[in-house]
């Protein structure tokens, strides 16, 4: 650094008489003011280093602080990230999921649909058969009926209403 004067020893500060000399009343005057003004900037330079003080300390404390935030920061987006990443794998299972029961529901459909169709089938065998029956002991019958129906004019004369049953039920026993 420079020069280290206080305003102190620019007070005490004495110089030797010679002839025809600065007047030492403005002499002492100008002592006087500079030594004000350089107690004036002692002081603005004190404050001024007492805010610089200040001002750095809350800078680090900022500087802390912004830190801080900056890993919050990256905390938060991972975390965010993650939720993100097994928010999609959770819908890839549901989603995933649903198509199994679907398939499932289907398969489950196509074998019910099966399964009718072979009851149907099964309910068109059993009426075709139970028609073929049918119509096998109506014919049968038939037959029986002409049969009786000769009998009675084959010599035994008209079979009366009510004994008709009697006839029939006689003609089927053996």
């Not at 990230?81 to 499932?104: F, T, V, Y």
């Not at 004019?153 to 079979?159: D, H, S, T, V, Y």
Request: charged share 35%; net charge negative.
């Amino acid at each position: 650094m420079g020069l280290q004067i206080t305003p102190l020893e620019i007070k005490k500060q004495e110089f030797h008489k010679a002839f025809r000399g600065y007047d030492p009343g403005e002499v002492e005057a100008f002592l006087e003011m500079v030594a004000g003004e350089m107690e004036s900037l002692n002081r603005e330079n004190s404050e001024l280093k007492e805010k610089l003080k200040t001002l750095k300390s809350k800078l680090e404390d900022y500087e802390g602080m912004k830190e801080t935030l900056h890993k919050a920061l990256i905390t938060t987006e991972k975390a965010a990230d993650e939720r993100i990443e097994n928010a999609q794998k959770e819908a890839e299972l549901i989603l995933s999921d649903a198509q199994l029961q679907g398939e499932k529901l289907i398969e489950e459909a196509r074998g019910k649909a099966l399964k009718y169709e072979r009851d149907i089938a099964d309910l068109n065998n059993l009426k075709t058969s139970f028609i073929t029956r049918l119509k096998a002991l109506l014919s049968a019958q038939g037959e029986m009926l002409e049969a009786i129906e000769n009998e009675g004019m084959a010599g035994r004369g008209p079979i009366p209403k009510g004994q008709v049953a009697e006839v029939l039920a006689r003609d089927v026993d053996p």
